[in-house]
């Protein structure tokens, strides 16, 4: 009968401490989402791993962990890295195809809303910086984003 008793102290003592560490892993889980750098509706690569972390360390030791689902939770975070990183060459892509274009644009006509006036003028340069191209027409910047309409120069008429 003893053997018993021991077994079920050992059960309370096991129920409590698992309680004790679930509890633990919630709070956890709500501090690392809480104090994540990210937006609350994105979850990145560092609150994914330490969540990972998180509950291999607070498993149930007498029911750990299915080893294919810690390998799927391992493959999870390989995908989210990965897309990341095709995030950030998307981005970099994104701003070179625009450069790119706001560049194609020298020498042509374009046509831009400026303060619900449309303006007209001749793109003579283009310059890059943290929002994007800007088109220098004259004196007068325009955001790459405000264009409406692209024309060829007029030609200037020859006299003879």
């Known amino acids: 009968m003893t053997t018993i008793d021991r077994t079920s102290s050992v059960s309370d003592d096991a129920r409590d401490t698992l309680a004790r560490l679930q509890a ?5 889980a709500r501090d690392v989402l809480k104090n994540a750098p ?7 690569k560092d609150t994914f791993l330490k969540l990972l972390v998180a509950q291999l360390k607070y498993q149930n030791p007498l029911s750990p962990s299915d080893p294919s689902q810690f390998m799927a939770q391992t493959a999870q975070f390989s995908m989210v890295e990965k897309l990341e990183q095709m ?21 042509n006509q374009i046509t831009w809303q400026d303060g619900g006036a449309e303006q007209t003028g ?16 004259g004196d007068t910047d325009v955001p790459y984003a405000s264009v409406t309409k692209v024309t060829s120069a007029p030609t200037p008429e020859r006299t003879s």
């Open 38 to 44: 990210v937006a609350p509706d994105q979850m990145g």
């Open 24 to 28: 633990e892993q919630a709070e956890l």
């Open 122 to 137: 001749v793109v003579t340069g283009v310059r890059m910086g943290a929002d994007g191209p800007t088109l220098e027409i």
């Open 87 to 107: 995030s950030s060459v998307t981005n970099e892509l994104l701003v070179s195809e625009r450069s790119r274009a706001a560049t194609g644009l020298l020498g």
